[in-house]
Structures are given as C-alpha cells and as structure tokens.
C-alpha cells in the first residue's frame, strides 16, 4: 500500500470526518451541496451542514427511492427534453428522494438549475461546471428537501446531508464518482444512534477499449462503500465486455436487477433498435448492506408525445428525439442492513 496515499486519505477522513479508503488511485476532491436562494441564486450550503448542525428526526418512511438517468449529451433538443424529465420525475408516485444523472451537458445544467421546481424543492450537486474539468458531460445528484435536511430545516425531515466530493480513478475520459454520505436513524438502535448511507453516482468508462478500466473503477466505488458500511452505486456502467458481467458481484454487492428479476433482462439502451448493437443493460443499480424492495425501468417518451411534455408537437413523430437514448431506472431499498 502506498504509504503517502494512506496518509492522504486519513488526513482527509479526519478534516472531513468522513471514512475514505486508501486506494493508491482514487482521489477525492471534496465540494459542496447547494441550494437555491431568490436573491443569491444557487449558494453553497456550508461545508459542516447537515451532520454537524442536525440530528435525523424519528418516524415516517424509512425506505428511500433513488432515480438514476443517463439524460443523452449528443441528442437535439436539449432544454426541451431535460424540461420533460424533469416534469416526468416530479410526477412520479412514489415521490422520488434521490436522482442520479449521467451525461449532464452544460447546456442541460445550465436548464435544471433554472428550472424552478428543481431550485424549490431539491438540493443540488452543482451550481455550475466548475468541478468538471474539461469534461464534455458530467453526472449529478439531486437529494429532495422532503426527505433531506440541511442545518436549516432539520424538523421537516428524517435524513441529514453529509459532506459530497467527487473521486477520480483511471478513466479513458476524465470520468469521475460523485459521492455522497446522508445520515438517518438507526432502525432499533438508541435515540442518537445513526446509520451512515454512502451514494455514489457513476458514468463509467465507455466503449470496449482494452485494456478496460471498468474493473478497477468498480473496485475503487465498491471499496468506498464498503469503509462507509452500507450505500448504493448507480448510473450507466457501460457493460460492454464479457469481463464486466461479473464485476458487481466480484466487488461483494447485490445487482438489484438480478435479485429482484432474474429472469428478466432489463434491457435499458437500444431497445429501440436505434443503434448498430444489441439491446444492453447499461444502467445498473448495486447495494451493499441494504434490502431492496423494488426496481422498474422507465422508458423515455419523445417530446409531444406525452401530457407530461409543455412543448407542442409540430415535427413528425419520427423526427422528434427522445428524451434520452437510454431508460431510467427506479429502485427503493430499505435502511434495515440485509442480514
């Protein structure tokens, strides 16, 4: 073990008061959550708020519902199309607690972060690209302000914010996890007692380029969970080689597509035989001391094509983009640690 990566990611883990692991290739660069102010705009919220500030409050729903999207950075119509994802997710029933994005372009954040429904009700990752390096496109994390406290509203709230920071590993295209920990109370334990979840939002490494990088990016999230004691990993995981089949389970975490449909494919990009290759499950969720309880994939709908759109249809059908070349998928999992 590198010996000045052990020392890096201790002292991080005590400035932070956050567990990190010490892989030799994995370096977190720490950020802040924001929210939306009428008269400031998109403000930082500080970096000690939540955990520090506020403790969960007791009751309610102890299952969370995580979103996760690859929204299409290449695809016409950008604004318009992130306008009717966002609609569509604040429509859903269940609510939705947690939404991870991939291929966030800066067009299409630059559209959420003005989107008015995402500044009153959600906390965001990003105010800006200032974290994406020459990125073309970068993921995001939407937490509800429902179920989630800042140091500013914890009495409304069963879960608190902790810090979020983003990990680079080997990457063929400068890609990143974004990574978060929230905090809620502990299921039988004593009144103060807490459970930390780590989320992670992954884009990982595209294409079947050999030697494949996939593999230690896998290792360098699932190591992350593991010091953390129990999370989820989600977004678009590029399975595209043999190899990478095997390596939610080699890592020690649960497909929840797998464990709940095994008989079911789960296809989530090219299903409508828009691309020159077979239909894939791209898009993967993963736990790791945490029970699911349900996963369904939802398919995108092209603009005008739904009540959900605000914009009229005027181009032929055929002509008229999908919101996004893959599928979105949903899942609930519970706090209780599978045993």
Known sequence: MNIFAQARASILSWAHTTPLPSADQAHPTFQSWHHFDPVLQWVSLPSNAGRDHAEPTRGGNTDLVLLTWNIDATSPRTQE???DIVTFITELDPKVDIVFLQEVSRPALQQILKD????????????DDAAWGKQPFATMILLSKERFASYHNSQISNAVLGHIWRVKYPSHFDRDALCCDVFFPSPQESEHSTTRIRLVNVHLNSLPIKPSHRPRQISIVSAFLRVAGCGVVAGDFNPVLEEDAALIGSNGLTDVWTSLHPEEPGFTWGVHGEHPFPPNRLDKVAV????????????PKRLGDSDTSRFQQTDPIEDTPLWS???GVLCSFGLAKSE
Request: no cysteine.
């Open 288 to 299: 790791l001391g945490l029970k699911p309880s349900n996963i369904k994939i939802l398919e």
């Open 325 to 327: 070349d893959h599928h």
């Open 116 to 127: 008015e429904r995402v500044r009153e009700s959600w906390f965001s990752s990003e105010r």
């Open 81 to 83: 199309r992130v306008t």
